[in-house]
């Protein structure tokens, strides 16, 4: 079976957005441990804010980094492709990527690495800063939803979820 999804425009936007969450998943780290530093420097005695302010300026500088490569990214020339509409076409071998009819490129499900499913789309994660946002939308129906889920499922795209314990 072949999911194919209606044509879809991404927006510089969204682009964006997806991109600097894409990189908080990624590289949590970065901005965990500089917060995690400021939340110590609280017990210190008189020095703290040596500590703290530092923090707060590496992260938003890490941020505002990001921010400025997905910003410039979506402005490019060589970037406007991203952000054509464009269809896909979805089976157990690949996922299509058609600008039209006669132009596709094909894409492995070995190129991800992982697939987030999120409240409103999917993201495909294939590397620092390269991704596809696919929103359900999309998609023409249940049927086919349940299917892409199925296939990442078997391909290990996306984590399962653990357990919810059963109160008795």
Known sequence: ???????????PKDFIKAGLWSIAMEQWWYIVFPVLLACVAFIM????????????????LYVLF????????????????MFEKMSYE??????????????????????????????????????RGQFLLLPYKIFNSDNDLRFVDSILNRKELIKKEVPKKVVA
């Not at 005695?45 to 938003?60: G, R």
């Not at 997905?70 to 492709?81: C, I, L, P, V």
Request: charged residues 25%; aromatic residues 16%; glycine residues 4%.
């Open 1 to 11: 079976m072949i999911v194919k999804t209606k044509r879809y425009q991404l927006a």
């Open 45 to 60: 005695p008189d020095e703290k804010w040596w500590f703290i302010v530092p923090a707060i300026v590496a992260v938003a």
């Open 66 to 81: 990001w921010y400025i490569q997905f910003y410039g990214a979506s402005q490019m020339e060589q970037s406007k492709m």
């Open 90 to 127: 979805i089976d157990s071998r690949q996922l299509l990527i058609k600008l039209n009819e006669k132009q596709g490129s094909p894409v492995k499900w070995e190129t991800f690495k992982q697939v987030y499913k999120r409240k409103d789309d999917y993201l495909f994660m294939m590397g």
